[in-house]
Nanobody, 119 residues
């Protein structure tokens, strides 16, 4: 059974950068679709970005695509989210998720890491 653990969250000032990591254990996720989601208190979960096993990426919005970069290292069973030019509206708990073939449903989630961006 796959377990996901996020790390790298913290408090940064607007305009700063942060890199999140998501490490999978229990099973290789090399053939999984991996994704980052985020949720602010009182708001719906928002899709941030995803990455396929071959490296194809998708971002939820233009703003996210312009400022964030999702990547993965299959050898380390780890996914990353490099976040640049952070804005206060990026403040949220960030979750990683994994979708296994063939259904590609996001059935495995991490516990989340808090990102707080001060103005």
């Amino acid at each position: 059974q796959v377990q996901l653990i996020e790390s790298g969250g913290g408090l940064v000032q607007a305009g700063g950068s942060l890199r999140l990591s998501c490490t999978a254990s229990g099973q290789t996720v090399s053939n999984y679709r991996l994704a980052w989601f985020r949720r602010a208190p009182g708001k719906e979960r928002e899709f941030v970005a995803s990455i396929e096993w071959i490296g194809t990426t998708t971002y939820g919005t233009r703003s996210l695509k312009d400022r964030f970069t999702i990547s993965r290292d299959n050898a380390d069973n780890t996914m990353y989210l490099q976040m640049n030019n952070l804005k206060p509206e990026d403040t949220a708990v960030y979750y990683c998720a994994a979708a296994a073939p063939p259904t590609m449903a996001y059935a495995t989630w991490g516990q989340g890491t808090q990102v707080t961006v001060s103005s």
